[in-house]
């Protein structure tokens, strides 16, 4: 019984998200694309994308997505219902994503947590602003109160996305994540509070 079960949290998820996948994006006036919901189906799209960014991306991302393992056990948190990931394309080309992980069983059901990622040649041309926002939106969707973001200090151009996405600074913890390199780093939590609807 565990496959439909699984399949009516995921459903359940999704049904609760009002904005309607795939929608047009614009970068400029050259480049246009979408952005939809992302499947199991998409692991090896996932990959590819992962193994394509630099080495400095790849030090600080919370789960060593360029590991096929590790992106098929974001496929099953697909599947449940625990993730919702945006993927952006231009083309045929993966630009970017964004991930939303939540749990709503535990004493942080109303949190959220934000991943987000873009590929270099896709950087300061608002999309990571396009993305964060679609996930700003579904978290409002599904009732949640919070968005956590979690980086290194070292990442001055994520804190610095954060920031202006009107993210602010909760806690520096120490020492408390460790790299692909083996060295560790301090942690920055930052937090956006998600507006009601009527706000």
Request: hydrophobic share 40%.
């Amino acid at each position: 019984m565990a496959a439909p079960v699984i399949a009516e949290q995921r459903y359940e998820t999704i049904v609760r998200i009002q904005r309607h996948y795939p929608r047009p994006i614009r970068l400029d006036e050259h480049t246009e694309g979408s952005i939809r919901l992302m499947t199991p189906a998409d692991t090896h799209r996932i990959l590819v994308f992962a193994r394509s960014l630099p080495e400095e991306d790849l030090l600080f991302l919370r789960m060593d997505i360029t590991k096929l393992n590790v992106v098929m056990q974001w496929g099953q948190n697909l599947k449940e219902g625990r993730t919702v990931t945006l993927l952006a394309e231009v083309g045929n080309e993966l630009a970017g994503y964004a991930s939303l992980h939540h749990n709503e069983v535990t004493w942080q059901r109303h949190l959220g947590e934000i991943r987000l990622q873009v590929a270099p040649r896709y950087r300061s041309r608002g999309l990571g602003r396009t993305l964060a926002e679609e996930i700003f939106a579904i978290a409002r969707d599904l009732g949640l109160r919070k968005i956590v973001a979690h980086m290194t200090p070292d990442q001055k151009g994520a804190v610095a996305t954060f920031t202006r996405l009107g993210f602010h600074t909760e806690a520096l913890l120490h020492d408390f994540v460790i790299d692909r390199a083996n060295q560790t780093h301090d942690l920055l939590v930052m937090t956006y509070d998600v507006p009601k609807a009527s706000e």
